[in-house]
């Protein structure tokens, strides 16, 4: 897939529009340098050339330029196409050198005889056309290698480019899978949890289990709905928290406390979604909740960080858990952001830290 995607990008830069306008940018630029040059040195040397015989320079030279030019873009066309993966760039380039130099020599030969032919009504001379066959080969292989090069620098940078793209893209569907398969653990951490406190509260009170199933059904379809979303609103995070602490209740009833205190203009930031349910839920299974010992948590902001605390009361005997609640947090976190949640615990109370995230 790599290879025909970076094959299908590198084919792009040899369409008809970037051949007919690397012909034209070329042939321009050697139609106004060569004959300048000429012209440059004929008034050194005290030559005067006729206005006919300038022009028939440029018209010379322009036939020529788009003669070799267009071998020598269909040459790099060809050897694009068929060495696209190959890794000998030096070698590949002294071989289009050679072979776009040929290109250059014989349409050059070729051109000069007629140009000579039409002109002069006449075969040219040997010594003349020779000596003059010399002069413009050497001028057209130096302006052909020099071509050549950016041509062929103008290729790799090409290269580099889509390469990086195809890796940039392929270490995003990667990033994006190993997202994906984080978030599909919250669904059944949340649903192992949930049946976990059922368990506890069937043996306890039948009649609130009812109550649990009921509300339980209504929130899961919340979990189901952000399990496409890589970040959610702080606001809707609360808003579920309302509902979940409602399901809590029906359990703890008075034994569990919770109590935001969240600056409003926060509201539209952005947190991985049940990263709260997930925090309460872990308060809830290794700390002791009774009447004598009420669990209290506390919801609020530092800096950029939601802080979730609540008091520290160990359990003396660990609920059933699969242990990839926190651990699947701060893995989220690394998809999304440079900042880390932070897990602490005090003599007095456990403390989880979660960054904020902004829309950008």
Same mark, same amino acid.
């Given at each position: 897939m790599a290879n025909k995607f970076l094959k299908m990008n590198q084919n792009i830069h040899f369409t008809r529009k970037v051949i007919i306008w690397t012909i034209i940018i070329v042939c321009f630029v050697t139609t106004i340098i060569i004959p300048t040059i000429f012209f440059i040195e004929n008034k050194i040397h005290g030559v005067n050339n006729p206005v006919n015989v300038t022009l028939l320079n440029i018209l010379f030279t322009l036939f020529v330029s788009i003669s070799i030019t267009t071998a020598n873009v269909f040459t790099f066309r060809f050897f694009n196409d068929r060495y696209i993966n190959y890794k000998g760039y030096l070698k590949i380039f002294v071989i289009e050198i050679l072979v776009t130099s040929i290109n250059a020599i014989v349409i050059m030969a070729i051109a000069l005889y007629y140009f000579f032919y039409f002109t002069d009504n006449k075969l040219p001379k040997n010594d003349e056309f020779f000596s003059s066959l010399f002069t413009n080969v050497v001028i057209a292989v130096i302006v052909n290698i020099i071509v050549c090069g950016f041509a062929e620098a103008y290729i790799l940078f090409i290269k580099w480019k889509n390469t990086l793209i195809e890796t940039e893209k392929l270490q995003r569907e990667k990033a994006e899978s190993q997202y994906a398969a984080l978030k599909n653990?919250?669904?059944?951490?949340?649903?192992?949890?949930?049946?976990?406190? =059922?368990?506890?509260?069937?043996?306890?009170?039948?009649?609130?289990?009812?109550?649990?199933?009921?509300?339980?059904?209504?929130?899961?379809?919340?979990?189901?709905?952000?399990?496409?979303?890589?970040?959610?609103?702080?606001?809707?995070?609360?808003?579920? =928290?309302?509902?979940?602490?409602?399901?809590?209740? @029906?359990?703890?009833?008075?034994?569990?406390?919770?109590?935001?205190? @969240?600056?409003?203009?926060?509201?539209?930031?952005?947190?991985?979604?049940?990263?709260?349910?997930?925090?309460?839920?872990?308060?809830?299974?290794?700390?002791?909740?009774?009447?004598?010992?009420? =669990?209290?948590?506390? @919801?609020?902001?530092?800096?950029?960080?939601?802080?979730?605390?609540?008091?520290?009361?160990?359990?003396?005997?660990?609920?059933?858990?699969?242990?990839?609640?926190?651990?699947?947090?701060?893995?989220?976190y690394e998809h999304l952001s440079d900042k880390k949640p932070e897990f602490y615990a005090t003599n007095t109370a456990y403390i989880a830290k979660i960054p904020l995230l902004s829309a950008t």
């Open positions: 653990q919250v669904n059944p951490h949340f649903l192992f949890n949930s049946l976990n406190s =059922l368990s506890s509260l069937i043996r306890v009170s039948p009649e609130k289990a009812i109550d649990f199933v009921d509300k339980f059904s209504k929130i899961y379809r919340y979990v189901l709905d952000m399990n496409d979303k890589m970040v959610v609103e702080l606001k809707d995070e609360l808003n579920f =928290l309302q509902s979940f602490y409602f399901l809590q209740k @029906i359990r703890f009833g008075k034994n569990l406390e919770i109590e935001t205190n @969240i600056d409003a203009a926060k509201l539209n930031e952005y947190i991985p979604p049940l990263s709260i349910q997930i925090l309460i839920e872990n308060a809830i299974k290794h700390n002791e909740i009774s009447s004598e010992k009420p =669990l209290k948590i506390n @919801i609020y902001l530092e800096n950029d960080f939601l802080v979730i605390e609540n008091n520290l009361q160990l359990k003396n005997s660990m609920e059933s858990s699969t242990g990839i609640g926190l651990s699947n947090l701060k893995e989220r």
